[in-house]
């Protein structure tokens, strides 16, 4: 039986290195696997998936949150030095339940029924965006580094980014799809990735479990304007004016004819990115436009199957986390001599994510409470 609203509820979910309860009327969730920064693994996103089940049937549960028990991270996204080691030891159906499940994950956090805060504070990369922006409260703090990185290190921005990235105008989104910039707060607000910018002493408060958010006004009060202009909103037009055009090598010709210290930088950016990584990304932020986020993480799936098993995939987590020179030797090394038809080919279905219509609006910029 379950325990009286005002004392707490506590799942066991110590294996899983997340800590889930209920107190009064709130579900609450804690990231806690402090020595790989709440990377993911299979058993962390499966125990997720149940604590959520049991939350949306729990009557006495009105709101759930989802936090970190780690000082400034939130999460730096899947464990992928285990999707390398499973690829190199042909373990592909590991790698197939981990993206698949990850993914339906996505999607129940997406439609999910009941107010769904997550509260970002510090590092929030790949995996973890697919654990916050999906939701319907996405609160940050000044010390936010948002990103999706995945083009250095031989994959593609997944968790439904061709999504969320998709949603934002082709500039802007193609730009933090294949630069992997890291987003300050100021960043998140201004493209609605983040919707709630607030003090380090109000997200503590936050973080109590007896803090009841069911009503969006009881959030926005506590909203903290910024005094700061951000890296995005400062050259908007820049990246509009590099990053929407109809090919991949457009981008670079525009940013050498801009000749700025922002365009050489930018460049340098891409530079350093695995060339397939950068081709594949560019053609699934295309195919995926104006889809929504069930076909977005479909065709991210599909995808999975192939760029997990690529050398540049093998190559890019070796050099960023293995080894950890930063010195990946790409293959091809040219734009021009990637083969995109050879991972977007329609021979092989796979099984479905799942298609539900979606609860929320998408990341809007200069985010707001929905």
Not at 317 to 325: I, P, S
């Amino acid at each position: 039986m379950l325990q009286e609203p005002h004392l707490s509820t506590v799942l066991d979910c110590a294996d899983a290195s997340i800590k889930a309860g209920i107190v009064g009327c709130r579900g609450w969730i804690t990231l806690d696997k402090p020595k790989s920064y709440n990377a993911l693994t299979l058993p962390m996103i499966r125990a997720i998936r149940r604590v959520l089940d049991m939350f949306a049937e729990e009557e006495r549960v009105r709101c759930i949150s989802i936090a970190s028990a780690v000082p400034n991270v939130f999460c730096a996204g899947g464990d992928i030095r285990a999707v390398r080691t499973a690829s190199l030891a042909g373990r592909h159906d590991e790698n197939e339940a981990f993206f698949s499940e990850e993914y339906q994950l996505n999607l129940l956090i997406a439609n999910y029924p009941k107010p769904y805060m997550a509260l970002i504070d510090g590092i929030c990369m790949g995996g973890g965006m697919g654990l916050s922006v999906h939701g319907r409260h996405r609160v940050v703090t000044a010390s936010l580094k948002m990103a999706m990185p995945e083009t250095s290190i031989g994959y593609f921005p997944d968790v439904g980014a061709s999504y969320f990235l998709g949603q934002l105008p082709l500039g802007l989104g193609n730009f933090l799809a294949l630069t992997g910039h890291s987003m300050s707060a100021e960043d998140a607000m201004y493209c609605g990735l983040a919707n709630l910018r607030v003090s380090s002493a109000t997200f503590v408060s936050l973080m109590l479990p007896t803090f009841d958010f069911t009503s969006p006004s009881s959030l926005t009060a506590l909203a903290m304007p910024s005094t700061k202009v951000g890296h995005l909103e400062m050259h908007d037009k820049d990246i509009e004016q590099c990053f929407n055009v109809p090919r991949l090598g457009d981008i670079f010709d525009q940013l050498r004819r801009h000749q700025s210290p922002w365009s050489e930088q930018t460049l340098a950016m891409l530079k350093k990115s695995s060339p397939t990584s950068l081709v594949l990304t560019f053609e699934l932020m295309r195919r995926c436009r104006n889809r929504c986020l069930a076909e977005c993480l479909d065709n991210e799936l599909k995808l999975t199957r192939k760029i997990t098993r690529s050398a540049d995939f093998m190559e890019g987590v070796r050099a960023a986390l293995v080894e950890k020179d930063k010195k990946p030797s790409w293959h091809p090394q040219q734009l021009s001599d990637v083969d995109a038809s050879a991972y977007f080919d329609d021979e092989a279905q796979l099984p479905r994510v799942g298609r539900r219509a979606l609860n929320h609006s998408p990341p809007k910029r200069n985010g707001t409470i929905n």
